[in-house]
């Protein structure tokens, strides 16, 4: 089974580097510029093994988001992917931007392996 990422961000040429390299690693992407797109597709019920956070959004602070994803999976790891160096207290995890993709990957197995372990405490 695929793992899925769920990425709200608007950086373009983040969007267009991760998507790829992660899609030829066999991850299933979903990706929101817009965090209200990533609110209402959450609450209409997509699953998503983990989720990656700009805090920087068009439309809505990505901290809204982060929060929203927590409330509605609270056992789903919510990442702050941010250039900013500080961990918002609705994150559970912080990549600082840049990354490169095979960095990313790396963070994301480790995150997938933490999620599993929480997921089977319950």
């Known amino acids: 089974?695929?793992?899925?990422?769920?990425?709200v961000d608007n950086d373009e040429f983040i969007k267009e580097v991760y998507t790829c390299y992660l899609k030829e690693?066999?991850?299933a992407v979903y990706w929101h510029v817009l965090?209200?797109?990533a609110t209402q597709q959450i609450f209409?019920?997509?699953?998503?093994d983990?989720?990656?956070?700009?805090?920087?959004l068009p439309d809505m602070?990505?901290?809204?988001?982060?929060?929203f994803s927590k409330q509605i999976n609270p056992l789903i790891p919510v990442v702050c992917h941010s250039g900013y160096d500080t961990k918002p207290n609705c994150a559970d995890f912080l990549i600082?931007?840049?990354k490169?993709?095979?960095?990313?990957?790396?963070?994301?197995?480790k995150l997938l392996h933490y999620a599993k372990a929480m997921r089977s405490k319950d």
């Open 1 to 7: 089974m695929k793992e899925t990422l769920l990425f």
């Open 25 to 27: 690693k066999e991850y």
């Open 35 to 37: 965090g209200q797109d």
């Open 44 to 48: 209409d019920g997509l699953y998503y």
């Open 50 to 56: 983990i989720g990656l956070f700009d805090r920087s």
């Open 61 to 67: 602070s990505g901290d809204e988001v982060m929060t």
């Open 96 to 98: 600082v931007k840049p």
């Open 100 to 109: 490169s993709p095979e960095e990313l990957e790396e963070i994301i197995q």
